[in-house]
């Protein structure tokens, strides 16, 4: 018999009590929870304790939880702890330094239970399965820091701009974004401002605090700076950096140049896709109607050949018909061929001239030739 699963433990860090029994009555059901009321007490029970997530207030009397969150994240023993803030301050600039402190994800008070468990189990989920590709994940990592420290930033974005025109879809155009930026020794997330957004991380999976910052700021000015976070945003296309090399500035001015470039080269590709994309369906929806055009005229075709034969087939019955009556009119045999050969003539004009009027075949490949060169040379809007 398989034994049950462990409860996960979470430890809750918030100087209001009736914060922390609000949260007990939510989660305890659901995980081993440990609550504590101060920064520092926090710090402690993590280094004692290690919980498998934070749940922790930022506005508390002697060491704030930003402080909290910054000193656990430079503790590379506890620092793969996820955390998410809980907070009632819920501007950008807030969630800003929440990020910058390193956490998760950012829970706005008042919360309701149900966005609560939801997140925690997202962000479980996602350290679990980052824990299964972190080694990968690192040794790539570990790979691009290996390359010479001098290696030329203009090749860099020299061959981004090669390879950008070759992509086919925008998961390739932002997974060699990222590639790039392995290429640089940085790590970043992309937006591809598409309808849904897309989103493509070095972290798998993505973290749900660096989604929403990208969806906050990803409208506003081309190039925004946080400590050593870069937002580098375009109509079509946004890249949030979080490890600029912030203590070297000249290293760090030449690869925001780069960056910006290269995502400047990524828009217009984007900008490329979308009419790619267009013009693929209106070829797609042109093709059907050259396609629906062809099977109309062959109807067409088939109806009138077999209109054609019956109406000769009715004429020679017609000719046959007045043969018989040219008895009673008592003519000779010569006027009788003679009246015959005329009816036939009569009847033969008339089917030619009724075919030479319809003229299908060339009018079909007149229309089919011109829905073709309309799929071929047809603008976009």
């Not at 704030?64 to 506890?78: D, I, P, S, W, Y």
């Not at 580098?232 to 500035?249: G, Q, R, T």
């Not at 080269?265 to 109607?289: C, F, H, P, Q, T």
Request: proline share 4%; charged share 25%.
């Amino acid at each position: 018999m398989n034994e049950p699963e462990q409860k996960k433990h979470i430890l809750i860090v918030d100087d209001e009590p009736l914060n922390i029994t609000i949260l007990t009555e939510i989660l305890e059901e659901h995980f081993h929870l440990t609550q504590v009321e101060d920064g520092q007490r926090a710090i402690d029970e993590v280094n004692n304790n290690p919980p498998d997530l934070i749940l922790l207030d930022i506005v508390m009397p002697g060491m704030n939880g930003l402080e909290v969150c910054q000193a656990l994240k430079n503790n590379k023993t506890v620092s793969h702890i996820p955390v998410i803030f809980l907070s009632a301050l819920d501007q950008i600039s807030d969630k800003v330094a929440g990020y910058n402190a390193g956490a998760d994800d950012y829970i706005a008070k008042p919360f309701s239970g149900i966005e609560v468990l939801i997140k925690i189990k997202l962000v479980l989920d996602k350290q679990q399965k980052q824990d299964k590709e972190k080694p990968q994940a690192d040794n790539n990592m570990q790979m691009a820091m290996a390359l010479p420290s001098q290696t030329d930033e203009t090749d860099h974005v020299f061959h981004f701009l090669k390879r950008s025109f070759l992509t086919k879809t925008v998961e390739e155009l932002c997974q060699l974004i990222l590639e790039t930026c392995t290429s640089s020794g940085v790590k970043a997330v992309v937006r591809a401002n598409t309808k849904p957004p897309l989103f493509f991380s070095h972290d798998a999976p993505i973290k749900q605090i660096d989604q929403q910052i990208l969806d906050m700021l990803h409208v506003r000015e081309q190039l925004i700076d946080f400590e050593n976070t870069s937002l580098v945003n375009f109509a079509h296309i946004s890249l949030l950096i979080k490890n600029m090399p912030v203590e070297d500035a000249e290293k760090n001015g030449h690869l925001k140049d780069h960056i910006t470039g290269i995502m400047e080269a990524a828009n217009r590709r984007m900008v490329g896709l979308k009419n790619e994309a267009k013009l693929a369906i209106r070829e797609k929806e042109l093709s059907n109607i050259l396609h629906a055009t062809r099977e109309m005229l062959d109807e067409i075709e088939t109806d009138f050949n077999n209109n054609a034969h019956w109406n000769s087939q009715i004429m020679s019955d017609l000719c046959k018909k007045i043969e018989w009556r040219f008895v009673p009119l008592g003519l000779s045999n010569e006027q009788k061929i003679e009246l015959t050969e005329i009816i036939e003539n009569a009847i033969d004009k008339s089917v030619s001239q009724y075919h030479a009027g319809l003229n299908l075949k060339e009018k079909q490949l007149k229309i089919t030739n011109k829905l073709n060169n309309i799929i071929k040379n047809k603008p976009l809007d």
